[in-house]
């Protein structure tokens, strides 16, 4: 199978949400029962979904879970403008949100196309000016964190998709003899050393906007973290080629998405991890999943019967803190949905929630 690019899950079919029986109530008309996580004093973390612009439907139900902020994938409506227009974007697609009750967090997926940029091709000065021109005006509309990763040619990357978990739920699973039968990718060899210069390019053009924006630049793990992929060379795939990354450029706003299944399959001890980067105020993003098995080979679980202890996940970004955005990620498609967009249907994802907030709940932990 091809890869399955992020890109395409964060701008996931309205259609696949479910009934329009379960989102006929709007925020206008609903009950307005206090919310009792509503706090002024802004705890550190803020349970977020993923939504793209026109999903209302996405983000009534985000609502209606108790989900109150968004990651919102806008590269599709940044590519339709000019620079000019990326500022006066930002502010609608913030505005729709808001009218639903839901505050953007963060975006997700590269801001605007970034692969010239990643695999150094003939284009890539122009695609670095659009993409300070994006974080310029991210800063502007006030959406603090950028997700962004550096997965060249490939994005994230499956060799079956509909693999059964439990019940005959269907999720993803990688295996890397399946994906090196598959040869190489259109773009031939790439090694890791022009995959780190392109990154070290990159990052020495941006992270000077990103400071005077106020942006916190979130780089997400190579997933899997494998090297190389299909011909394609994978550099974030061990905490200390992250500890790398951050020395490029030293600032308080070059940081990281802790995805935290990718770390554990690169071997890392993750809860050692997340204290470490979490104390160093690195940690911008979480992206909250479990997986079975290694780098080599690995299926993606539901988020309550993978082998990680989650609750002291959650504990640890807490007790460390851990201040901004944390999702949900890659959850089984369910009975009843369609597996168009394998990891990102919504009833795995709302059980997801449901066992996160549980867990705080029972912990007393304090979260938005």
Same mark, same amino acid.
């Given at each position: 199978?091809?890869?399955?690019?992020?890109?395409?899950?964060?701008?996931?079919?309205?259609?696949?949400?479910?009934?329009?029986?379960?989102?006929?109530?709007?925020?206008?008309?609903?009950?307005?029962?206090?919310?009792?996580?509503?706090?002024?004093?802004?705890?550190?973390?803020?349970?977020?979904?993923?939504?793209?612009?026109?999903?209302?439907?996405?983000?009534?139900?985000?609502?209606?879970?108790?989900?109150?902020?968004?990651?919102?994938?806008?590269?599709?409506?940044?590519?339709?403008?000019?620079?000019?227009?990326?500022?006066?974007?930002?502010?609608?697609?913030?505005?729709?949100?808001?009218?639903?009750?839901?505050?953007?967090?963060?975006?997700?997926?590269?801001?605007?196309?970034?692969?010239?940029?990643?695999?150094?091709?003939?284009?890539?000065?122009?695609?670095?000016?659009?993409?300070?021109?994006?974080?310029?005006?991210?800063?502007?509309?006030?959406?603090?964190?950028?997700?962004?990763?550096?997965?060249?040619?490939?994005?994230?990357?499956?060799?079956?998709?509909?693999? %059964?978990? +439990?019940?005959?739920?269907? #999720?993803? *699973?990688?295996?890397? !003899?399946?994906?090196?039968?598959? =040869? @190489? $990718?259109?773009?031939?060899?790439?090694?890791?050393?022009?995959?780190?210069?392109?990154?070290?390019?990159?990052?020495?053009?941006?992270?000077?906007?990103?400071?005077?924006?106020?942006?916190?630049?979130?780089?997400?793990?190579?997933?899997?973290?494998?090297?190389?992929?299909?011909?394609?060379?994978?550099?974030?795939?061990?905490?200390?080629?992250?500890?790398?990354?951050?020395?490029?450029?030293?600032?308080?706003?070059?940081?990281?998405?802790?995805?935290?299944?990718?770390?554990?399959?690169?071997?890392?001890?993750?809860?050692?991890?997340?204290?470490?980067?979490?104390?160093?105020?690195?940690?911008?993003?979480? %992206?909250? +999943?479990?997986?079975?098995? #290694?780098? *080599?080979?690995?299926? !993606?679980?539901?988020?309550?019967? =993978? @082998? $990680?202890?989650?609750?002291?996940?959650?504990?640890?970004?807490?007790?460390?803190?851990?201040?901004?955005?944390?999702?949900?990620?890659?959850?089984?498609?369910?009975?009843?949905?369609?597996?168009?967009?394998?990891?990102?249907?919504?009833?795995?994802?709302?059980?997801?929630?449901?066992?996160?907030?549980?867990?705080?709940?029972?912990?007393?932990?304090?979260?938005?």
């Amino acid at each position: 199978m091809s890869g399955i690019t992020r890109r395409d899950c964060l701008q996931t079919s309205v259609k696949a949400l479910g009934g329009t029986a379960l989102v006929a109530a709007t925020a206008s008309n609903s009950l307005a029962y206090p919310d009792r996580h509503a706090s002024t004093q802004k705890p550190g973390i803020h349970f977020a979904h993923v939504a793209g612009p026109g999903q209302t439907s996405r983000l009534r139900l985000m609502k209606q879970i108790g989900v109150n902020y968004a990651i919102a994938g806008v590269s599709g409506e940044l590519s339709k403008v000019r620079r000019e227009q990326y500022l006066p974007t930002l502010r609608r697609i913030k505005a729709d949100f808001l009218e639903q009750g839901i505050s953007i967090a963060g975006v997700e997926s590269h801001p605007v196309p970034a692969e010239k940029i990643k695999l150094g091709l003939e284009g890539r000065d122009e695609e670095i000016e659009n993409y300070k021109a994006a974080i310029d005006a991210l800063g502007k509309a006030e959406i603090p964190v950028l997700c962004y990763n550096w997965m060249a040619g490939l994005g994230w990357y499956r060799t079956k998709s509909d693999q %059964h978990e +439990r019940g005959g739920a269907l #999720t993803t *699973e990688f295996d890397a !003899e399946a994906a090196r039968a598959q =040869g @190489p $990718t259109e773009f031939g060899e790439v090694s890791e050393e022009k995959v780190w210069a392109n990154l070290e390019y990159f990052l020495k053009a941006v992270m000077p906007v990103a400071e005077k924006a106020g942006i916190k630049m979130a780089l997400h793990p190579d997933d899997p973290p494998i090297s190389p992929l299909r011909g394609i060379g994978r550099i974030l795939t061990s905490a200390k080629n992250y500890r790398r990354v951050l020395d490029i450029v030293p600032s308080p706003l070059n940081g990281i998405t802790f995805c935290q299944a990718n770390f554990k399959a690169m071997g890392e001890d993750i809860e050692a991890l997340a204290k470490e980067w979490c104390r160093q105020k690195k940690i911008f993003f979480v %992206h909250f +999943r479990d997986i079975k098995g #290694t780098r *080599e080979h690995f299926v !993606e679980t539901f988020h309550d019967n =993978g @082998p $990680t202890d989650m609750a002291r996940m959650l504990q640890v970004y807490h007790e460390n803190g851990f201040v901004g955005p944390l999702r949900p990620d890659h959850a089984p498609t369910l009975e009843g949905e369609a597996n168009d967009h394998p990891g990102y249907a919504f009833m795995g994802q709302l059980l997801a929630f449901g066992y996160m907030k549980g867990i705080m709940d029972g912990l007393k932990l304090p979260y938005a």
